[in-house]
């Protein structure tokens, strides 16, 4: 764990230049009505979910190079995710994968309270085929033309629901790799209607407290279709399953250039939005750390859930879906935490009022103004006052470096080449 004096004593090298950016900042808002405090209260109330396979050094189809002190299993996941809540302050549940995290609930409830961790979306796997299991995902799970493994798939998912219910979970985000890589290898038709049959199974088991999310992904691993291929598909499934299924929107699994913000109204107009995994990408599901290629975007999406929950309350699930190559995942889910908020923040600070004016007016320089002048304000000095405030670290990669963090679990963790934290 990181000590709180290595945390205290890399806070007081910073302490007096953010107060100075602090107090500049907060003038600034001050002239155009905005209260610094209450954002950086805002600020606070902010928190996105860790995928607990995100720890691990992810992979490419070519080749995975594992970093030095990789978690070994569940219980080292929640060390690292304890390690990124503790210095951030932003991430304070963890989402499972199953059964790649299987272990005594109790012992994870245990684990997962010593860092004040909670678990967000269970998240079933039919994607790949585990050593013990009777039927192979090779051609398909939950759409797949063999009884058998469908019913298998709907086992599986059923037991996470189970698994979360004795973790505290609230949802099943279920995506599938179901789909075909030739023209005639399948029908769409009979192959999407035999997973809404086996998605109605599951929904069947699930809690009336629970949501389940369909999470759509237009290509890959199946390279031609894919079952839950695009926003539309997922759409239909939420609405003919019921008003516990949702959609889940992955920024990474659309096509080029399509706006996903306006799937986002979409779904929200729907009542259909349930969650939303963060992530970025220059090509296709590239699964690179949040705000790194493309801020601006990641800005638009959040002007959107902001506008909708000032107005519906909408309640989501937040969750980073990345994959961590070439970096230490924990920093890069530090970093990627700190940017999906400043998005968040950057969007609060959007005068709607003076936007709706400008839209109603049809004037659409001003109304293209008002966004980038909220995407242009540099709100670190918030970010950074609400983390000291919640004992997390002005700047959290540089306290981590310092903690000596990683070379610390690297002595007792040895490198391992299979530790789940491929591309999801
Ligand atoms: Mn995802």
Known sequence: ???????EAQNAKRAADLDADFDALGAKLARRGVDINALVERAKTFGVAVPSWGTGTGGTRFARFPGAGEPRDIFDKLDDCGVIQTLTQATPTVSLHIPWDKA????????AAQYGLSFDAMNSNTFQDQPDQAQ?????????????TRAQAVEHNLECIEIGQSLGSKALTVWIGDGANFPGQTHMGRQFERYLASMKEIYKGLP????????????????????????????LTAQELGDKAMCLVDLGHHAPNVNIEMIVSRLIHAGKLGGFHFNDSKYGDD????????????????????????TSGLDLAHMIDQSHNVTDPIESLMISAIEIQRAFVQASLVDRDALKGYQDDNDALMASATLRGAFRTDVEPILARARLETGGAIDPIMTYRASGYRAQVASVRPKVSGAGGGIV
């Open 208 to 235: 009336d407290d629970w949501r389940i999310f369909s999470e759509h992904k237009i290509y890959e691993p199946a390279f031609y279709s894919t079952v839950v291929q695009d926003w539309g598909s997922s759409l």
């Open 136 to 148: 192979s995902y090779k051609f398909g799970s939950l759409s797949h033309t063999d009884a058998a």
């Open 104 to 111: 005594d609930p109790s012992d994870l409830l245990a684990k």
């Open 1 to 7: 764990m990181i000590e709180s004096s290595v945390i």
């Open 287 to 310: 699964d690179l750390d949040s705000g790194t290629i493309e801020p601006y975007r990641l800005f638009l999406v959040w002007n959107e859930l902001v506008d909708a929950q000032a």
